[in-house]
């Protein structure tokens, strides 16, 4: 899925890590535009069929928040705020503290972000017949 990401017109990927103030610089260079942002380990994971290094894809209205969101237990005390749940956010942590998986993120802005999503998870789960690992989480 890589190579389709770029050709979508999506970022170089950005390391997620335990430094806080890394990702924080991280978050903020995240446009506030809407857009469609994938986390993506640092190598492929064996799925029903085939496999991939994509382990969730999201959307929102504000990328920097939603993101910022996401990463709120690898930010600076504080600086995400009272915000609420993400459904990805916990699994995150697991794969960050209790695995040897390096994740990153990349993203796009666009006005079309619902329909880009949709196009994206379909196309996942087309290729895998299942869902991105952390697009499972919800509750």
């Given at each position: ?59 929102g ?22 915000w ?9 942590g ?17 006005t ?28």
């Open positions: 899925m890589h190579n389709d990401l770029q050709k979508l017109g999506f970022c170089e990927e950005y390391q997620i890590s335990q430094d806080i103030y890394a990702n924080k610089k991280l978050v903020e260079s995240v446009p506030t535009n809407s857009g469609v942002y994938v986390v993506l380990a640092d190598k492929n994971i064996p799925r029903l069929v085939g496999e991939s290094n994509v382990l969730y894809i999201g959307r209205s504000n990328l920097r928040n939603r993101i910022k969101h996401l990463l709120k237990y690898y930010l600076p005390k504080g600086y995400a705020g009272n609420g749940r993400h459904t990805a956010r916990e699994a995150l697991r794969i960050i503290e209790d695995t040897d998986i390096t994740p990153s993120i990349s993203y796009v802005a666009c079309n972000h619902k329909d880009l999503e949709t196009k994206l998870i379909q196309s996942y789960c087309k290729q895998h017949i299942e869902t991105p690992p952390l697009n499972n989480q919800r509750r």
